[in-house]
Nanobody, 118 residues
């Protein structure tokens, strides 16, 4: 398996916006999504989207602020983040996601750091 590559992170003031991107090595018919891990905490599910983009799933903490999207032709996944909060500070990772249970299925990439300043 080849790791996905995440990008787009950075230092942003609270209330700001950011767009993250992820490039997968292969374009497969599957659910893909974002996870994040803050210092001292476990990785947690953030959002996912089906191949046909019909269904999306969001963690309660990000619902209404984050928007997930994908471009199957380019094999990319994106996360538009609005109204950033300090609690959003974490390393963000992308992965293939199981049909049920919000479980990651593939190898992790290096992630991209999002830091929200107060």
């Amino acid at each position: 398996q080849v790791q996905p590559v995440e990008s787009g992170g950075g230092l942003v003031p609270a209330g700001g916006s950011l767009t993250l991107s992820c490039t997968f090595s292969k374009r497969t018919v599957d659910i893909r999504g974002w996870f994040r891990q803050a210092l001292g905490k476990e990785r947690e599910f953030v959002a996912s989207i089906t191949y046909d983009r019909t269904y999306t799933d969001y963690a309660h903490s990000v619902k209404g602020r984050f928007t997930i999207s994908r471009d199957n032709a380019r094999n990319t996944l994106h996360l538009q983040i609005n109204s950033l909060q300090p609690e959003d500070t974490a390393v963000y990772y992308c992965n293939t996601v199981a049909v049920t249970g919000r479980r990651p299925l593939d190898l992790w990439g290096q992630g991209t750091q999002v830091t929200v300043s107060s």
